[in-house]
C-alpha cells in the first residue's frame, strides 16, 4: 500500500516534471542517436536521439492528464445515470439497463479502438474514446446500490419532507454509494493508462511528435535490436504505474470492506 | 431461473443495440467521411461513387434499416481498398486468429485452474503468495509491452523463437503468452476467490466428517462448485481474447482479423473496420450467453433435479 502511494507520487512527480521548459524532448540531434545510457543521457537516446529520460517525463505528463479526465468524466457520467436508473427505476431504469447491456458488449478495448479509429487520434479523442467506455462501470455499480438503497427509512422521510428528486439523490443516496466508486476509479485510473498506452502503440493514440509511453513503445519495437532501452524504459514505467494503481485499488477496497477488515 | 426463451429474446436486443451502436459509429467520423477518404482534390464523379459505394447518399434511417437487412443476410458490405466483400475478408483472416485465441485458452485451463486450486489450498503460505503476486504482475503488464518483452528475451537474446509471422514452427508460442498470461492471472484469482467462499460452505464439513480425504473433497466437491463462476469468466474472457488478439496480432505480424482491423483503421477502409467491431462483439455476447447456459448445466446444484 505504502508502496503503491510513493509510485503514483512519482508519477505525479514525473508528469509536473513532464512541464518543465528546460526537457530536450523534442530536440532532434542525428549525432546522438541509439545512445546507450550514460551520465549525460541517464536513459539514452533514441532513433532521433532525443532523450529517452525528457521523453518519459512528458509522456508521464500525457498519461496523468488522460488518465485523470477520463475517470473524472467517466466517474460523474457514470454516477449521475447509475442515481437516475437507481432511483427512478421502471421503465427508465429498463432503459438504461439495456443502453449498459450493449455497451459491456464490447470487449476490452474494443469500443475505445473503433471510437478513436471514427474520430481520429489525438489527445482529446483519446479521453473521449475511453470515457465513452469508462462510464458504464461507475453507472452499473451506482444503478445497483441505489436500487437496494431506495426504499430506506431515511430516503422515505426526505420524500415525505418534500425534498426534490435531485437533492435526494445527492444528500441522500450520493454519500451512501461513493465507497465502491472510489475503489473503481482507482482500477479505473490503471485502465485508463494501459488504454491511453494501448491506443498509443496502434497509432491511434497521442501522435507524434508527441510524447506517449504507448508511442516510444511502439516506435522502440522497430529498434529491439540496437537499442532495446527504447522499450525497456516505457514499458517499466508504465507497468510500476498500473501495478501501483491496482494495489491501491485492491486496499482501498479492502479497506471499505468492513467484515475483511474485522477478521483480520 | 429464467426461461430459455426470454434469455434468446434478450440476447437478440443485445446483439440489435450492438449492431446499431457500431452502425452509428459511421456517424462520428468528423467532417464528410469521402473527403476523408478521398481527400479534398477527388474528381467529383469519384466522390458521387464512394458516397454511394458508403450509402451516404440515403437518409440514415433507410441506411439503418439497408444495415440490417445485409447483415441478416452476412452481408457487412464491401471493402473500399480491397474492392472484396468485408465478410469474406473476415473469413480468410479468422483461422489464423481462432487459432491463436485457441492456444491462449489451452494455456490458461493448464495453468490458472492449478494455479488457483493450489494457492487456496495452501493459503496465507507461500504457494499462495506465489500464485497471487503471478496474477498481479500478469495482470498489469499490458500485452504491447509484454509482446515485445518476451521477443527480446526468447527471440533475440535465446533465439529459440521466431520473432513474427505464423509460418515457422514454435512462432505461436510467444502469441500465445502474450494473449493469454492476463488472463490466466485473472482467472487463477477467480479460481482461487472462488475456492474460498465454497470453503465456508456446510456440505464441505460433511464431506470431510464422512472421512473423505482431503483430495477428495478439493476435487469432487469443491472444485465443481468453484467452477460455476469461473465458467462464466472464461466465457466474458474467450470474447476477450478475440479483442485482446487486436494487439497481440500487431505485435507479432500475425495475420488474422486483429491485424485486418488495425490495418483497415490505417486505410479508413471503414466498412472493414464496422465489420470486424461488429463481428468482435457478437462473438463476444454469443460466448457470454453460451457460458453462462454452461455454467447452468454443470450447476451440481441443478443436476441433480433432473
Same mark, same amino acid.
Given at each position: 500500500?505504502?508502496?503503491?502511494?510513493?509510485?503514483?507520487?512519482?508519477?505525479?512527480?514525473?508528469?509536473?516534471?513532464?512541464?518543465?521548459?528546460?526537457?530536450?524532448?523534442?530536440?532532434?540531434?542525428?549525432?546522438?542517436?541509439?545512445?546507450? *545510457?550514460?551520465?549525460?543521457?541517464?536513459?539514452?537516446?533514441?532513433?532521433?536521439?532525443?532523450?529517452?529520460?525528457?521523453?518519459?517525463?512528458?509522456?508521464?505528463?500525457?498519461?496523468?492528464?488522460?488518465?485523470?479526465?477520463?475517470?473524472?468524466?467517466?466517474?460523474?457520467?457514470?454516477?449521475?445515470?447509475?442515481?437516475?436508473?437507481?432511483?427512478?427505476?421502471?421503465?427508465?431504469?429498463?432503459?438504461?439497463?439495456?443502453?449498459?447491456?450493449?455497451?459491456?458488449?464490447?470487449?476490452?478495448?474494443?469500443?475505445?479502438?473503433?471510437?478513436? /479509429?471514427?474520430?481520429?487520434?489525438?489527445?482529446?479523442?483519446? %479521453?473521449?474514446?475511453? =470515457?465513452?467506455?469508462?462510464?458504464?462501470?461507475? =453507472?452499473?455499480?451506482?444503478?445497483?446500490?441505489?436500487?437496494?438503497?431506495?426504499?430506506?427509512?431515511?430516503?422515505?422521510?426526505?420524500?415525505?419532507?418534500?425534498?426534490?428528486?435531485?437533492?435526494?439523490?445527492?444528500?441522500?443516496?450520493?454519500?451512501?454509494?461513493?465507497?465502491?466508486?472510489?475503489?473503481?476509479?482507482?482500477?479505473?485510473?490503471?485502465?485508463?493508462?494501459?488504454? !491511453?498506452?494501448?491506443?498509443?502503440?496502434?497509432?491511434?493514440?497521442?501522435?507524434?511528435?508527441?510524447?506517449?509511453?504507448?508511442?516510444?513503445?511502439?516506435?522502440?519495437?522497430?529498434?529491439?535490436?540496437?537499442?532495446?532501452?527504447?522499450?525497456?524504459?516505457?514499458?517499466?514505467?508504465?507497468?510500476?504505474?498500473?501495478?501501483?494503481?491496482?494495489?491501491?485499488?485492491?486496499?482501498?477496497?479492502?479497506?471499505?470492506?468492513?467484515?475483511?477488515?474485522?477478521?483480520? | 431461473?429464467?426461461?430459455? =426463451? !426470454?434469455?434468446?429474446?434478450?440476447?437478440?436486443?443485445?446483439?440489435?443495440?450492438?449492431?446499431?451502436?457500431?452502425?452509428?459509429?459511421?456517424?462520428?467520423?468528423?467532417?464528410?467521411?469521402?473527403?476523408?477518404?478521398?481527400?479534398?482534390?477527388?474528381?467529383?464523379?469519384?466522390?458521387?461513387?464512394?458516397? $454511394?459505394?458508403?450509402?451516404?447518399?440515403?437518409?440514415?434511417?433507410?441506411?439503418?434499416?439497408?444495415?440490417?437487412?445485409?447483415?441478416?443476410?452476412?452481408?457487412?458490405? +464491401?471493402?473500399?481498398?480491397?474492392?472484396?466483400?468485408?465478410?469474406?475478408?473476415?473469413?480468410?483472416?479468422?483461422?489464423?486468429?481462432?487459432?491463436?485465441?485457441?492456444?491462449?485458452?489451452?494455456?490458461?485451463?493448464?495453468?490458472?485452474?492449478?494455479?488457483?486450486?493450489?494457492?487456496?489450498?495452501?493459503?496465507?503460505?507461500?504457494?499462495?503468495?506465489?500464485?497471487?503476486?503471478?496474477?498481479?504482475?500478469?495482470?498489469?503488464? *499490458?500485452?504491447?509491452?509484454?509482446?515485445?518483452?518476451?521477443?527480446?528475451?526468447?527471440? %533475440?537474446?535465446?533465439?529459440?523463437?521466431?520473432?513474427?509471422?505464423?509460418?515457422?514452427?514454435?512462432?505461436?508460442?510467444?502469441?500465445?503468452?502474450?494473449?493469454?498470461?492476463?488472463?490466466?492471472?485473472?482467472?487463477?484469482?477467480?479460481?482461487?476467490?472462488?475456492?474460498?467462499?465454497?470453503?465456508?460452505?456446510?456440505?464441505?464439513?460433511?464431506?470431510?466428517?464422512?472421512?473423505?480425504?482431503?483430495?477428495?473433497?478439493?476435487?469432487?466437491?469443491?472444485?465443481?462448485?468453484?467452477?460455476?463462476?469461473?465458467?462464466?469468466?472464461?466465457?466474458?474472457?474467450?470474447?476477450?481474447?478475440?479483442?485482446?488478439?487486436?494487439?497481440?496480432?500487431?505485435?507479432? $505480424?500475425?495475420?488474422?482479423?486483429?491485424?485486418?482491423?488495425?490495418?483497415?483503421? /490505417?486505410?479508413? +477502409?471503414?466498412?472493414?473496420?464496422?465489420?470486424?467491431?461488429?463481428?468482435?462483439?457478437?462473438?463476444?455476447?454469443?460466448?457470454?450467453?453460451? /457460458? +453462462?447456459?454452461?455454467? =447452468?448445466?454443470?450447476?451440481?446444484?441443478?443436476?441433480?433435479?433432473?
Amino acid at each position: 500500500m505504502r508502496m503503491s502511494v510513493l509510485i503514483l507520487g512519482a508519477w505525479l512527480l514525473m508528469a509536473l516534471a513532464g512541464q518543465l521548459p528546460s526537457l530536450d524532448a523534442y530536440r532532434v540531434s542525428m549525432p546522438e542517436i541509439f545512445l546507450a *545510457p550514460s551520465w549525460t543521457h541517464w536513459l539514452g537516446t533514441d532513433e532521433l536521439g532525443r532523450p529517452v529520460l525528457d521523453r518519459l517525463l512528458s509522456g508521464a505528463s500525457v498519461s496523468l492528464l488522460v488518465a485523470l479526465t477520463t475517470v473524472s468524466l467517466s466517474a460523474v457520467a457514470g454516477i449521475a445515470i447509475g442515481l437516475v436508473a437507481g432511483y427512478f427505476g421502471g421503465l427508465t431504469d429498463r432503459l438504461i439497463s439495456r443502453v449498459i447491456e450493449v455497451f459491456l458488449a464490447f470487449p476490452g478495448m474494443l469500443l475505445a479502438i473503433a471510437m478513436a /479509429a471514427m474520430i481520429g487520434p489525438g489527445i482529446d479523442n483519446v %479521453i473521449i474514446a475511453l =470515457a465513452s467506455m469508462g462510464w458504464v462501470g461507475y =453507472a452499473r455499480l451506482v444503478r445497483v446500490q441505489v436500487l437496494s438503497l431506495r426504499r430506506r427509512d431515511h430516503v422515505l422521510a426526505a420524500l415525505a419532507l418534500g425534498r426534490s428528486d435531485l437533492a435526494i439523490m445527492r444528500r441522500h443516496l450520493l454519500p451512501l454509494v461513493m465507497a465502491p466508486v472510489w475503489v473503481e476509479a482507482s482500477f479505473g485510473l490503471a485502465a485508463a493508462v494501459v488504454a !491511453e498506452a494501448g491506443l498509443s502503440f496502434l497509432g491511434l493514440g497521442i501522435q507524434p511528435p508527441d510524447a506517449s509511453w504507448g508511442g516510444m513503445i511502439r516506435d522502440g519495437v522497430r529498434y529491439l535490436l540496437v537499442a532495446p532501452h527504447l522499450v525497456l524504459a516505457p514499458g517499466i514505467v508504465l507497468c510500476m504505474v498500473v501495478l501501483a494503481a491496482n494495489r491501491f485499488g485492491d486496499a482501498l477496497r479492502d479497506w471499505f470492506d468492513v467484515t475483511s477488515r474485522s477478521t483480520r | 431461473m429464467r426461461s430459455l =426463451a !426470454e434469455q434468446m429474446l434478450d440476447t437478440l436486443i443485445v446483439l440489435f443495440g450492438v449492431s446499431t451502436l457500431v452502425f452509428l459509429l459511421l456517424v462520428l467520423i468528423p467532417g464528410d467521411p469521402v473527403d476523408v477518404v478521398l481527400g479534398e482534390s477527388a474528381q467529383a464523379a469519384d466522390r458521387e461513387a464512394m458516397r $454511394a459505394a458508403l450509402g451516404l447518399d440515403r437518409p440514415l434511417l433507410e441506411r439503418w434499416a439497408l444495415f440490417y437487412a445485409d447483415l441478416v443476410r452476412g452481408d457487412l458490405g +464491401d471493402s473500399l481498398v480491397r474492392r472484396q466483400p468485408v465478410a469474406g475478408l473476415i473469413a480468410q483472416r479468422l483461422p489464423a486468429t481462432l487459432q491463436l485465441a485457441a492456444a491462449a485458452f489451452v494455456l490458461v485451463l493448464l495453468t490458472a485452474v492449478p494455479l488457483g486450486v493450489i494457492a487456496a489450498w495452501q493459503r496465507g503460505r507461500w504457494p499462495d503468495h506465489l500464485a497471487q503476486t503471478f496474477a498481479l504482475i500478469g495482470v498489469s503488464i *499490458p500485452n504491447f509491452w509484454l509482446g515485445p518483452l518476451l521477443v527480446l528475451l526468447f527471440s %533475440i537474446a535465446l533465439a529459440w523463437t521466431p520473432v513474427s509471422g505464423n509460418l515457422e514452427p514454435g512462432s505461436l508460442v510467444l502469441p500465445t503468452v502474450t494473449l493469454g498470461l492476463s488472463m490466466a492471472a485473472i482467472t487463477t484469482r477467480m479460481v482461487r476467490s472462488s475456492l474460498l467462499e465454497i470453503e465456508a460452505q456446510p456440505f464441505l464439513r460433511t464431506a470431510r466428517c464422512k472421512g473423505l480425504s482431503e483430495a477428495a473433497v478439493m476435487l469432487r466437491h469443491a472444485l465443481p462448485n468453484a467452477m460455476l463462476p469461473v465458467i462464466t469468466v472464461l466465457g466474458l474472457q474467450l470474447g476477450g481474447l478475440l479483442a485482446g488478439a487486436v494487439i497481440t496480432e500487431v505485435v507479432f $505480424a500475425w495475420p488474422g482479423i486483429g491485424s485486418l482491423l488495425v490495418d483497415a483503421i /490505417a486505410q479508413r +477502409d471503414y466498412p472493414v473496420v464496422q465489420g470486424v467491431v461488429l463481428f468482435i462483439a457478437l462473438s463476444y455476447v454469443l460466448a457470454n450467453r453460451a /457460458a +453462462d447456459l454452461l455454467a =447452468a448445466r454443470f450447476d451440481p446444484r441443478i443436476r441433480g433435479d433432473r
